[in-house]
Nanobody, 126 residues
Framework: QVQLVESGGGSVQAGGSLRLTCTGSGLTAGSHCLGWFRESAGAERAGVAVFCLSGGATYYADSVRGRSTIAQDNAEDTVSLQIDSLTPEDTGMYIC???????????????????WGRGTHVAVSS
């Protein structure tokens, strides 16, 4: 049974940074890519970033590319996402997900991660 536990988030001032961490348990080859989706008011759920534990491939959405880094933590099945230069547009529910490949992020919703966390809320104030 795959379980995903998120930490981080909260309230942040615009211009600041946040770090979100997702720890997976029970991960298999079909769930070795760990990453984040965001749900915002008035917008559909969309992929933000993903890191594949096997091979280290990464993907960043245009909205965060260039100001964010996703990487594996020292713990084997833990991935952290840091986003800098936050704006109110970054506000939303950030949901960790695990899937078999980056395609579950780049081709979402046609392809989808198999496993989802409960989410952690981020509020960026101006």
């Amino acid at each position: 049974q795959v379980q995903l536990v998120e930490s981080g988030g909260g309230s942040v001032q615009a211009g600041g940074s946040l770090r979100l961490t997702c720890t997976g348990s029970g991960l298999t080859a079909g769930s070795h890519c760990l990453g984040w989706f965001r749900e915002s008011a008035g917008a559909e759920r969309a992929g933000v970033a993903v890191f594949c534990l096997s091979g280290g491939a990464t993907y960043y959405a245009d909205s965060v590319r260039g100001r964010s880094t996703i990487a594996q933590d020292n713990a084997e099945d833990t991935v952290s996402l840091q986003i800098d230069s936050l704006t109110p547009e970054d506000t939303g529910m950030y949901i960790c997900a695990a899937g078999a490949s980056l395609l579950a992020w780049t081709e979402f919703p046609r392809l989808r991660p198999r496993f989802w966390g409960r989410g952690t809320h981020v509020a960026v104030s101006s």
